[in-house]
């Protein structure tokens, strides 16, 4: 952390990307074909479980070895296993190596390739490159690195310390469902909804770093909710497994089965049942199962999991609905009726169109969402917000299936007057501030393509103008931001403000608009103490998201000062989040280093 006198730049944003993208050459492939299981080993041939995927080209070494993925298969003994090489012209003609479970190779292609489609996804939806969070560990490049049989556990999680994703494998159970063996071995690198889901925590942790700090139930169960979500919406550009599941399910997308299971493979190998470990629908007796942070964390991430879900499901069925009404000649599906021919192909395509909408928003509603702290109810802001500045008119009503499927599981932002959408959309600062002139469009120094990385001077001329408007005595309660001696801190003392990240947001609408904006992180410590003395850190933090022009559109703070939020916070500390600190040698709380691998 290198300081002014009134706020730091993040050591992250000055030493810039922490790998350089692969720059395109014009005889290049557009895309690279590779085979995977589409679910995992166990499901059906013909219900679409394998399928050949289209990863982004990029010229590979044998791990396989990309430019921001690195597969390196070590296993937990330390013995290391052949790399797969995918440059070989015979695995190139064959779309990569045939699905199997019992080749070390075919697991490290598995990883890599969904690993590149999730990643992938989150590229679309933000229209930039990304960066990883980790600032320790990873490969040589600073490639995330994936270890396919990772550790010897039921288990899979991100390191943040290793800058590494760890795939366990394990001893089948005495009794498995479903075509396993007993007692046989189990790879979690087999499994799509896990490789998503881990995946997913390790791009949300470059997108907003501080969601892995322990401060609340929420934060947690987001991070959970939020990389399952992203593992079940995955299930839906599966073609063959979509129609297959409408098939199946008389044209509903909701019914618990494929499309809604969550690591069904994990669920049949480990608990000795037919059950997955978890699914996107409610499954407690017809009851919605609503918020209470006093839930287990899983189990509150489902709770957001289902709302989602569930508005998903309102608008798959307002968009279908003219569709079966014309098959049906106006009568409907009856129960157990067979999709009449041609139906079940256009289902599938409203499904896995809707499943894409919803998939883009859930991630740009990143952008908007605190850097600290995060609650549900800022979550349902920050979709509201994203969405509305994209699609303003909302003709099919998503923003209200949405306020309806959060107040039905009694999720509630905090501080609104009411549950409507104007209501819930984040606001400017409630003093006009004067325009930021250095941050407007016409002074960014692209490169190229204005998705690229900046480079590191220009990412440190942004943070020094942002730095100096946001600590300007009287800008600091604009975003939500303290200065020592304020009587609200009663007597803690807070760093001054640490400019965290800088990143372009650019989004094209459905009528082909294209909308640029900057979002930046900026995050404010206290030092403070709990009630029995012991410090700690107490985190504060500011998104700003300034337009084209350079006037700050929003500013979404959760302040380090907030007498309210420090104490609610002290609570979950000593309660149900004291799991996840550890007291250090000089006596402070700091959250523990392996966080997934305790949560999960
Ligand atoms: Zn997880």
Redesign the pocket.
Known sequence: MTSSSCYTIADKLRRGASWTPYKRRRDDPQVRPLQIYAVDPASHKREGAMAIVEIPYEPLEPGPKGRALWVHDVDASGQEYAPVDLEQSKLLLNDGISPTPVSPQFRQQMVYAVASRVRRSFRLALGRQLDWGFTTGGGPEGQLELRPQGSFEENAFYDKHKGCLSFGYYKTAASVEGRYLPNGFAFTALSHDIIA??VT?ALLDGLRSNFMTPSSPDTLAF??GF?DLIAVLHHFSYEDVVLAALRHSNGQVDVDGMLTAIATYFGHTTQGDDRPLRSAIDVDEKCFLTYDDKLEIHKLGSVLVSAVFDAFTTIYNRRSEPYILLATQGAGLKPKQLLPPGLDQVLAHTASTVAEQFLNVIIRAIDYCPPVDLEFGDFLRAVITADRELVADDPWAYREAWIDAFARRKIYPKYVEALSEDALLWHPPRHPLPRLEALSFAKLQFQGDPGNFFTVEESLRQARALGDFISARQNLSSFGLMANGDPMLHGDTVEPPSIESIRVARRTGPDGQVLFSLVAEVVQRRHTHMPDGQPYEHLGGCTIIVDEFGDVRYSIYKSAGAAGRLQTGQEYLAGSMRHYWATLDDGSLSPVAEL?RR??
């Open positions: 889901h881990e925590h991070h959970e990389a997934f949560l999960h």
